[in-house]
T-cell receptor, first 112, second 110 residues
Framework: KQEVTQIPAALSVPEGENLVLNCSFTDSAIYNLQWFRQDPGKGLTSLLLIQSSQREQTSGRLNASLDKSSGRSTLYIAASQPGDSATYLCAGVDNYGQNFVFGPGTRLSVLP | DVKVTQSSRYLVKRTGEKVFLECVQDMDHENMFWYRQDPGLGLRLIYFSYDVKMKEKGDIPEGYSVSREKKERFSLILESASTNQTSMYLC?????????FGPGTRLTVT
């Protein structure tokens, strides 16, 4: 059964730092990879989707990459801001679009 | 923009009550999901539906049932609410590529 880990579990950085969040899968046979942000008490907001034919996606200060051969994805946040403080989750999905497997999340705090 | 709405943000119910959580999406998606999220346990799939009147059990279906009479609406039913069902409930829909979530319902069972 597919399992997802995210490292680190929590991260605290000063404002302005660049940072990397990691996501690993036990089974590299995932189809798409999605990164989410979750604020306390709220739902998940989609940040980036990497489809099966892609290796990375960028949106503003965010860049996500996917290496299927190693079963790893990274989310890079440039010039972090206090407003980036949230929990970040990754999720992989099979090619039927029905079996989503979520990581436990990384809780990020960006200090002013 | 895809919009997924949930009927309530906060809900307080008593033990033994029958509870309905409603979820509506406006993008004609085939697949819809119900998760619960608890501290330290992450997101756990309760049920999902891949078409009207079609449903599949997820990882933790016990104590829950679902209904999908129309494509845009997916309801989660707690037949007899118990205190261990106090949780955040999240609904999602997908176009098979990207998953979209609702704002969540924080359910407290007393």
């Amino acid at each position: 059964k597919q399992e997802v880990t995210q490292i680190p579990a929590a991260l605290s950085v000063p404002e302005g730092e660049n940072l990397v969040l990691n996501c690993s899968f036990t089974d590299s046979a995932i189809y798409n990879l999605q990164w989410f942000r979750q604020d306390p008490g709220k739902g998940l907001t989609s940040l980036l989707l990497i489809q099966s034919s892609q290796r990375e996606q960028t949106s503003g200060r965010l860049n996500a990459s996917l290496d299927k051969s190693s079963g790893r994805s990274t989310l890079y946040i440039a010039a972090s801001q206090p407003g980036d403080s949230a929990t970040y989750l990754c999720a992989g999905v099979d090619n039927y679009g029905q079996n989503f497997v979520f990581g436990p999340g990384t809780r990020l705090s960006v200090l002013p | 923009d895809v919009k997924v709405t949930q009927s309530s943000r906060y809900l307080v119910k008593r033990t033994g009550e029958k509870v309905f959580l409603e979820c509506v999406q406006d993008m004609d998606h085939e697949n819809m999901f119900w998760y619960r999220q608890d501290p330290g346990l992450g997101l756990r799939l309760i049920y999902f539906s891949y078409d009207v009147k079609m449903k599949e059990k997820g990882d933790i279906p016990e104590g829950y049932s679902v209904s999908r009479e129309k494509k845009e609406r997916f309801s989660l039913i707690l037949e007899s609410a118990s205190t261990n069902q106090t949780s955040m409930y999240l609904c999602a829909s997908t176009d098979s590529y990207e998953q979209y979530f609702g704002p969540g319902t924080r359910l407290t069972v007393t």
